[in-house]
């Protein structure tokens, strides 16, 4: 007889794994479909109202490097206002096609589309090093945009303009701010931002629990923000509302997961350096990640595979790195069978790509690149 798994987070508790499995099913396959959309609704279903952006302002304009930009603000309904950077071709006036791009987690919650966005100043000090890291210092949004896309880059919840207060965080957050700071590897972008970085990843927990005591969850929250964005775009006179599509990395690809799971009208998705099979995750890989890659409910109804392949036969672009600490080479190759599976039963082998690239976490200019071709493929047309 083997004897039973043992989980390194767990120690004596390993068996907890077995004793849920023996209440509920976990994590059975959610073919697309109606059923599978209906029951991602059910987890991720947190709205308010008609989800369209609330008092629009344009809060200047610009032209750089072969883009017009523009900074946007609205509010979704509740808290501060959203800040977004939004792009398309300089000089253009024929409608094009949208795309939401979203800023990954990262433990860097300071700043958000900063990340993967300029302004008219060019990119902030504080997160150079950072995208030098994780997006070959590139702005992808801008370069996106040059593309002949309408790029739209928001904050949300948690992130940027909509991040909570330091001084409303409770006080043992804010005693242990530098201390887990510090272990966060942002240390190139200065003291402030190191501090607020550390009181936010544990301000997180705080969060979660907030959204549970309210019968919803974090990722729910944030994807009412996202399909408020999207919203958004699709109205602007620039852009084909019917040719949309939403890309992201690490925590942005998450959002453009939930996205795809709660809005039927996206057209193409892209999902970067967020790709597993829960079952997979199981032992080290749980403890890196956010509560968002974990919505309360959802693992007795089916894998995150299943999330992002249930908008099939709609095109799914998935990019993953084999060497990604925060994943195992295992839980994605699985994840690539189970949504190749579920679009070819689903008639459309076609609409979808998995793609494997080596090295670490990461969005570096060849994935990028491959992206915007792959996007240019099914929402020019």
Not at 238 to 251: E, H, I, T
Request: proline letters at 7%.
């Amino acid at each position: 007889m083997n004897p039973p798994p043992h989980y390194a987070h767990l120690g004596a508790y390993s068996d907890l794994v077995a004793a849920a499995a023996g209440q509920h099913p976990l994590f059975p396959p959610a073919p697309p479909g109606r059923e599978t959309r209906r029951t991602a609704w059910e987890v991720l279903g947190f709205t308010m109202g008609d989800e369209q952006p609330r008092d629009v302002r344009s809060e200047g304009t610009w032209t750089a490097d072969g883009v017009d930009g523009e900074a946007l603000s609205w509010s979704v309904g509740f808290g501060p206002r959203t800040a977004g950077l939004l792009f398309k071709p300089e000089g253009a006036k024929e409608k094009l096609p949208g795309i939401l791009a979203f800023h990954d987690h990262g433990h860097f919650k300071f700043y958000g589309k900063e990340r993967i966005a300029d302004g008219p100043d060019g990119p902030l000090k504080e997160i150079v090093g950072y995208r030098a890291t994780y997006y070959e210092g590139r702005a992808y949004a801008n370069l996106l945009a040059r593309q002949g896309f309408v790029v739209l880059a928001p904050d949300c919840m948690m992130w940027g303009s909509r991040k909570f207060p330091l001084e409303v965080m409770p006080e043992r957050e804010r005693a242990l701010a530098e201390a887990v700071g510090a272990t966060l590897g942002h240390d190139a972008a200065g003291p402030e931002v190191v501090r607020y970085n550390g009181a936010a990843y544990l301000h997180e927990h705080v969060v979660a629990r907030y959204c549970t005591l309210l019968g919803t969850n974090i990722t729910a929250v944030i994807a009412y923000e996202d399909r408020v964005a999207l919203n958004l775009l699709r109205s602007r006179g620039d852009v084909r509302a019917d040719r949309v599509g939403a890309m992201g990395f690490s925590g942005g690809g998450l959002r453009a997961t939930a996205l795809r799971a709660t809005y039927d009208d996206l057209t193409a998705c892209v999902v970067t350096g967020m790709m597993n099979t829960y079952e997979e995750l199981l032992d080290h890989s749980v403890a890196p990640h956010t509560w968002m890659f974990f919505p309360a409910g959802w693992s007795t109804r089916g894998d995150w595979p299943d999330l992002a392949a249930c908008g099939a036969p709609l095109p799914l672009l998935v990019q993953c790195a084999l060497g990604d600490a925060q994943f195992t080479p295992a839980g994605m190759r699985a994840a690539d069978e189970r949504m190749a599976s579920h679009y070819a039963k689903a008639g459309a082998a076609e609409a979808y790509r998995g793609e494997f690239y080596p090295g670490p976490h990461r969005f570096d200019a060849a994935m990028q690149e491959a992206a915007f071709a792959w996007l240019k493929q099914h929402l020019t047309a």
